[in-house]
């Protein structure tokens, strides 16, 4: 695993233009570079797989939400990110998902997108230049600390090592049962069934990433889950999964599953939105002391789920109406609202009470397998040195379109 970790590091692909370009990015300068030849592309590719800024990514604060968004082929947003021939609108889209995410948190982990590029030295030099422009235009919520970029090379999302965290699972264990269920549930809506093996095995595989990338760095980021398949998948590594530090078993609990506007633009106007909108803003702060309440619950008490539901959807709800208005209001927005998607957070911490189970089929997840109580112990172990004394360990995110 030490291993692993070596080939995850903390990424500012704008200092890293800026030291070898002799510029910081602009549009002046994307002008200037496309004279270069290829072969400066290529080199500048080698060189910056090298670079990494020192020291770690900062932890999160206590009123922050920071998802870890990696790229997958299993989002439409991403398909093709990072494949020979793959063309703009792709990447435009896997950072236009970011935007999206980004007006309802207060920043986004997200893989630096030059990692990505490789090819001849022309398909390099063209690639990167896609990549230089939609930098440029996320550039003001990079400068706000908004976007936090990281390195994940592929080893650790490799499933010799990401999918390593299934091995051995209990999938007749409640939580197993729970999430069997589930998958069942999502197939049987498919138009093509056998796609969901498939799907669950790249799901495994990405959450394991992004369960490295955590471990790395404890407290850095929240997991995120970006479909109901990867979302069940997630409430199996922390639902019941046999991880019991101090004597007191710990599990994931859902605390508020709330619908809000889906809005899809482009790169740009959705930088523009985060900057003007006036209720996305007043959403992340109402998130903020949220967050901050919540993480002040005490440890001790077995209620703390049934508390920490009320606090949040008594702090949110109001605030979604009033995204609700302004999106029906606001002609852009009206125009730029694609159904809605559930925002979900889930809380972990001391089990309390009975929690509803289910059992997982093996023949449904395949070759797909890993050692999810170990996994989740070490990793919860982490977040105990951390929250000592607090009930909730840590938060994760769902962001789902509804179907």
């Given at each position: 695993?030490?291993y692993?970790?070596?080939?995850i590091s903390?990424?500012?692909?704008y200092a890293?233009?800026?030291a070898?370009w002799?510029?910081?990015?602009?549009?002046e300068?994307?002008?200037?570079?496309e004279?270069?030849p290829?072969?400066?592309?290529a080199?500048?590719h080698r060189?910056?797989?090298e670079?990494s800024?020192?020291g770690?990514?900062?932890?999160?604060?206590?009123g922050?939400?920071r998802?870890?968004?990696?790229?997958s082929?299993l989002h439409d947003?991403?398909?093709?990110?990072?494949?020979p021939g793959s063309?703009?609108?792709?990447?435009?889209r896997?950072f236009?998902a970011a935007m999206?995410?980004?007006?309802?948190?207060?920043q986004?982990?997200?893989q630096?997108p030059l990692?990505?590029?490789?090819g001849?030295?022309?398909?390099?030099?063209?690639r990167?230049?896609e990549?230089?422009?939609?930098?440029?235009?996320?550039k003001?919520?990079?400068?706000?600390?908004?976007?936090?970029?990281?390195?994940?090379?592929?080893?650790?999302?490799?499933?010799?090592t990401?999918?390593?965290?299934?091995k051995?699972?209990?999938w007749?264990?409640?939580?197993?049962?729970?999430c069997?269920?589930e998958?069942?549930?999502l197939?049987?809506l498919?138009?093509?069934?056998a796609?969901m093996?498939r799907d669950v095995s790249a799901?495994?595989t990405?959450i394991?990433a992004?369960i490295?990338?955590s471990k790395?760095?404890?407290g850095?980021?929240?997991?995120?889950?970006?479909s109901s398949v990867?979302?069940?998948?997630?409430r199996?590594v922390?639902?019941?999964a046999?991880?019991?530090?101090d004597?007191?078993?710990?599990?994931l609990q859902?605390l508020?599953?709330?619908?809000?506007?889906?809005?899809?633009?482009?790169v740009?106007?959705l930088?523009s939105?985060r900057?003007?909108?006036d209720e996305?803003?007043e959403?992340?702060?109402?998130?903020?002391?949220?967050?901050r309440?919540?993480?002040?619950?005490?440890?001790g008490?077995?209620?703390?789920a049934?508390?920490a539901r009320?606090i949040?959807y008594?702090?949110?709800?109001?605030?979604?109406?009033?995204l609700q208005k302004?999106?029906i209001?606001?002609?852009?927005m009206?125009a730029?609202?694609k159904g809605?998607r559930?925002?979900t957070l889930?809380?972990?911490?001391?089990?309390?009470g009975?929690?509803?189970g289910g059992?997982?089929?093996p023949a449904l997840?395949?070759a797909a397998?890993g050692?999810?109580a170990?996994?989740?112990l070490e990793?919860?172990?982490?977040?105990?040195?951390?929250r000592q004394?607090?009930a909730?360990?840590?938060?994760?995110?769902?962001?789902v379109?509804?179907?």
């Amino acid at each position: 695993m030490h291993y692993v970790l070596r080939h995850i590091s903390k990424s500012d692909p704008y200092a890293s233009i800026l030291a070898w370009w002799g510029e910081p990015l602009t549009i002046e300068l994307i002008r200037r570079v496309e004279r270069a030849p290829a072969q400066h592309f290529a080199q500048f590719h080698r060189d910056h797989a090298e670079y990494s800024p020192s020291g770690d990514v900062v932890p999160l604060d206590e009123g922050e939400l920071r998802p870890l968004m990696l790229p997958s082929y299993l989002h439409d947003s991403d398909r093709g990110y990072g494949l020979p021939g793959s063309p703009s609108g792709l990447l435009n889209r896997y950072f236009g998902a970011a935007m999206t995410l980004l007006l309802y948190s207060h920043q986004v982990m997200m893989q630096d997108p030059l990692m990505s590029v490789d090819g001849t030295p022309r398909e390099i030099k063209r690639r990167s230049l896609e990549v230089f422009d939609v930098l440029l235009t996320a550039k003001p919520l990079a400068d706000a600390n908004a976007l936090i970029f990281i390195q994940k090379r592929s080893i650790a999302q490799h499933p010799s090592t990401a999918l390593g965290h299934f091995k051995d699972a209990d999938w007749q264990s409640p939580a197993g049962v729970k999430c069997d269920r589930e998958l069942n549930r999502l197939r049987a809506l498919r138009a093509d069934p056998a796609s969901m093996t498939r799907d669950v095995s790249a799901s495994q595989t990405l959450i394991g990433a992004g369960i490295n990338v955590s471990k790395k760095w404890p407290g850095s980021c929240s997991l995120l889950a970006r479909s109901s398949v990867e979302d069940a998948l997630l409430r199996f590594v922390f639902e019941r999964a046999g991880t019991v530090i101090d004597g007191r078993e710990r599990n994931l609990q859902k605390l508020a599953a709330i619908s809000v506007p889906n809005i899809s633009m482009n790169v740009r106007d959705l930088t523009s939105l985060r900057a003007s909108s006036d209720e996305f803003a007043e959403w992340r702060e109402v998130l903020a002391a949220t967050l901050r309440e919540i993480h002040g619950l005490p440890d001790g008490d077995d209620g703390w789920a049934r508390e920490a539901r009320g606090i949040v959807y008594g702090e949110l709800a109001p605030a979604r109406e009033r995204l609700q208005k302004a999106a029906i209001q606001s002609p852009a927005m009206a125009a730029a609202k694609k159904g809605v998607r559930d925002f979900t957070l889930s809380g972990i911490g001391t089990l309390g009470g009975a929690v509803a189970g289910g059992k997982i089929a093996p023949a449904l997840i395949g070759a797909a397998t890993g050692k999810i109580a170990e996994v989740a112990l070490e990793y919860l172990k982490a977040k105990r040195a951390q929250r000592q004394a607090r009930a909730i360990l840590d938060i994760t995110v769902s962001f789902v379109q509804q179907a």
